[in-house]
Antibody, heavy 116, light 109 residues
Framework: QVQLQESGPGLVKPSETLSLTCTVSGDSFSTFYWSWIRQPPGKGLEWIGY???????NYNPSLKSRVTISIDTSKNQFSLKLSSVTAADTAVYYC??????????WGQGALVTVSS | QSVLTQPPSASGTPGQRVTISCSGDSSNIGSNTVNWYLQLPGTAPQLLIY???QRPSGVPDRFSGSKSGTSASLAISGLQSEDEADYYCAAWDDSLKEVFGGGTKLTVL
């Protein structure tokens, strides 16, 4: 049973860079796509992007200029960096595994608040 | 505003059958499969239906999905109090991104 766990600062200042890491355990890290999804408080889900274990990426066009997703297969981790954040980036950030076209396993989520 | 359109709310009484709709267009639902996610209060979403109508292991057969053209539906039969949650549809869009519906809050009366 795969498990995913997000980690990183819960508070980020406006204009700075949000950084989160997802640690994967319990199953093979390779041959899957790994994704980040966020949910602003009281709102719906927004896909941020994904990375394949080989390192290839695909980002949501609306966030592409500010997003970088990277992977460290030696640590079974993948990471999210979102630059130039504003209050609109305040959200619960989830990491998830993609099996096929569906997100079949999710982390518990990490609330990141953008505030000075 | 979400790319996929869902009703913001739905309700039913225990034992009843409820359906939740999800409307898209030819670039998403019309050309790709639909997945459904269940989000219980205060928890992460979980996969409920994938590839239009497939249930992951452990999901009761009370839950079923269907797709026709550019729309999809989630049906819940034998409604139970523990089904009270938010439900999201999702699909890949040919503009190279995953898109979600705005979510439907299901209330069991």
């Amino acid at each position: 049973q795969v498990q995913l766990q997000e980690s990183g600062p819960g508070l980020v200042k406006p204009s700075e860079t949000l950084s989160l890491t997802c640690t994967v355990s319990g199953d093979s890290f390779s041959t899957f796509y790994w994704s980040w999804i966020r949910q602003p408080p009281g709102k719906g889900l927004e896909w941020i992007g994904y990375i394949y274990y080989s390192g290839s990426t695909n980002y949501n066009p609306s966030l592409k200029s500010r997003v970088t997703i990277s992977i460290d297969t030696s640590k079974n981790q993948f990471s999210l960096k979102l630059s130039s954040v504003t209050a609109a980036d305040t959200a619960v950030y989830y990491c998830a595994r993609m099996r096929g076209r569906e997100f079949d396993s999710w982390g518990q989520g990490a609330l990141v608040t953008v505030s000075s | 505003q979400s790319v996929l359109t869902q009703p913001p709310s739905a309700s039913g009484t225990p034992g009843q059958r409820v359906t939740i709709s999800c409307s898209g267009d030819s670039s998403n639902i019309g050309s790709n499969t639909v997945n459904w996610y269940l989000q219980l209060p205060g928890t992460a979403p979980q996969l409920l239906i994938y590839s239009n109508n497939q249930r992951p292991s452990g999901v009761p057969d009370r839950f079923s999905g269907s797709k026709s053209g550019t729309s999809a539906s989630l049906a819940i039969s034998g409604l139970q109090s523990e089904d009270e949650a938010d439900y999201y549809c999702a699909a890949w869009d040919d503009s190279l991104k995953e898109v979600f519906g705005g979510g439907t809050k299901l209330t069991v009366l």
